[in-house]
């Protein structure tokens, strides 16, 4: 079966109204419901709970509380390079920007404007850059940290579709995640300026930034930013500065001679947080 194919029936279905009951179900504390769902989860996945903070699938009480739950310390050193990889996850694409327009799959590529929420000025900043696009599946740690130093600028919430973001909907969907709903962070950093993109998806109940809190719900119908002084959120290289309640991808931009690859890395292959994404 052709990709397309596959992924016909996503049109049809009500994504929306899947993910908010699938966001309500998330944030149920239902008792030994709650356990069992996690337990099954865990099994259906298989899911690496030694490394977890708190390995008991009992001791959270919501569904939410454990997709999100916290690593032990030290699970996930940092490698001494400028930049290192911001999610645990499997590499979708990376490589060059080609002028304005960012490589998905074969025969689809979509425009760094679309991605941002349509600022062409922020998004010309990037033009024959680099990118990379990192998918997280459902057994993977869902916090996201900082690839770098960075100071936020600007927050912009664009609001879209909820595709799956699997690698058969990434082949099968056009401009799939400049489409879907999304979360861009711009951030300044010693390397020149960045963009951390997380991108909703089905059944992704919401997404969080550590300065914000939940972005979404409320989905709101337009492009809405938020604006950050200078110094009022830094973060560290390594520093968690958002999650997903539910899985997903990230896209992240850099100007152009700002990031040479690692050259370990290609697309599916796994990453993990805190290894070396380049220099």
Known sequence: ????????????????ALTAFAGVIAGARGGKATTALIRWFIGKYKVNMAEAANPDPAAY??????????????????????FVCPVDGAISQFGAIDKDQIFQAKGHHYSSTALV???AKLAAQFDNGTFATI?????DYHRIHMPCEGELRRMIYVPGDLFSV????????????????RVVC?????HGEFVLTLVGATVVGSMATTWHGVVNPPRLPQVTEW???????VLKKGEEMG???????VVLLFRKDALHFNPDWAPAKPVQLGESMGI
């Open 61 to 82: 009480p919501t569904f939410n509380e454990f997709f999100t739950r916290a690593l032990k310390p030290g699970a996930r050193p940092l490698a001494h390079v400028p």
């Open 186 to 190: 711009v951030f300044d950093s010693p």
């Open 243 to 249: 999650r997903f309640l539910l899985g997903s991808t």
């Open 166 to 181: 699997n690698p058969t909907t990434a082949r099968g969907v056009p401009g799939l995640f400049a489409r879907n709903e």
């Open 227 to 233: 604006h950050y002084d200078a110094g009022k959120v």
């Open 1 to 16: 079966m052709s990709d397309a194919l596959a992924v016909l029936p996503q049109y049809l279905l009500p994504k929306k």
């Open 117 to 119: 929420g349509g600022d």
């Open 135 to 139: 998918y997280l599946s459902p057994r």
